[in-house]
């Protein structure tokens, strides 16, 4: 199962244009208040992080993600990275770019979440139900990213 949201938004940044810049390719810095991220670590171009969700029927999930950090001329982009053998994990991508002090970002985020094959209408209904559960989640976590890095700033 794969269940998809995305996120764009702008932030004023509190200083110069250039520590804007150095703020947004900086991503153990700028992504160190999002409250959903447990884990972060940041080696070199490569980030790894578990996106922590609370999903009914499944309760507390924890979805890794790895993604790499590409410079770009005004910003930054990340490029989801594929994890292997996990039966749940996050891609996230995205694009950010420093307008002066003028922050844009574009998120995605990408959940695959294995689930057992529904052979029965039961099957298929519980699996309804949890894909539901999870865009809804999902969907809400990419609201909240703003205020996570706003609290970065």
């Given at each position: ?17 250039a ?39 499944l309760?507390e ?6 993604t ?8 930054a ?6 994890l ?9 991508s995205?694009?950010?770019?420093a ?7 574009h998120f ?7 689930m ?28 909240e ?9």
């Amino acid at each position: 199962m794969q269940i998809e949201a995305e996120q764009a938004f702008t932030l004023e940044f509190p200083g110069t244009p250039a520590s804007a810049l150095i703020f947004l390719r900086d991503p153990a810095r700028s992504l160190a208040g999002v409250r959903f991220l447990r884990d972060l670590h940041v080696s070199g171009p490569e980030v790894w992080a578990v996106l922590v969700v609370n999903v009914p029927m499944l309760g507390e999930t924890l979805l890794p993600l790895h993604t790499r950090l590409v410079h770009t001329p005004q910003g930054a982009r990340l490029e989801a990275q594929p994890l292997e053998g996990e039966r749940a994990w996050i891609e996230l991508s995205g694009e950010g770019q420093a307008e002066g002090t003028l922050l844009s970002y574009h998120f995605r985020f990408t959940a695959h979440i294995e689930m057992p094959s529904a052979e029965k209408w039961g099957g298929a209904a519980f699996e309804k139900m949890v894909r539901a559960a999870a865009e809804r989640t999902l969907a809400r976590l990419a609201r909240e990213l703003p205020e996570g890095i706003r609290r970065s700033l």
